[in-house]
């Protein structure tokens, strides 16, 4: 049941449909960056696991529309992301490929504005500040709350 839903990304609307092609493009991108046969872990992970866009949207959408109010740790959220992916996929755990792979998808949110990266400083404890990146709701905010029915 959970599959046929997952498969159907046009229930999403033009938006979802969008993101699909922003992703396919940005993995063109990284497959053909390097002439070598050395790619990049993400461009050899949705190769050798037949990973879907779809379904990759479908399962990140909904985490990257709620978190993103406020402001969210890149790090964390695309880890969170990555390891969504890849327990749908029954993939072996591996921390740095779901980071990368959350990143990937982060990415094909961002180059339509849909969220924004920032490197803002967080006041942590004692009130030192550190630098880390945050991902927020992007300019076209309307469209990523579209894609939360």
Known sequence: ????????????????????TQL???YDRLNNKSKSNNK????????????S???MIQ?????????????????????AIGERVRNYYNLPTKTANS???GIFI????????????????EWGQHS????????YAGMKRGDLRKLVK
């Open 1 to 20: 049941m959970l599959q046929k839903e997952l498969k159907n990304l046009e229930t999403l609307g033009p938006v979802g449909v969008r993101l699909r």
């Open 128 to 135: 030192k500040a550190k630098t880390v990146y945050k991902v």
């Open 24 to 26: 396919n493009e940005l």
């Open 40 to 51: 990049s872990e993400v461009v050899l992970m949705i190769n050798n696991y037949d990973i």
């Open 99 to 101: 980071l990368r792979l």
């Open 106 to 121: 982060l990415c094909g949110f961002g180059v339509p504005e849909l969220v924004l990266m920032k490197l803002v400083n």
């Open 53 to 55: 866009y779809d379904v």
């Open 59 to 79: 399962l990140s959408h909904n985490m990257i529309a709620t978190s993103t109010g406020e402001g969210q740790n890149l790090t964390q959220l695309a880890i």
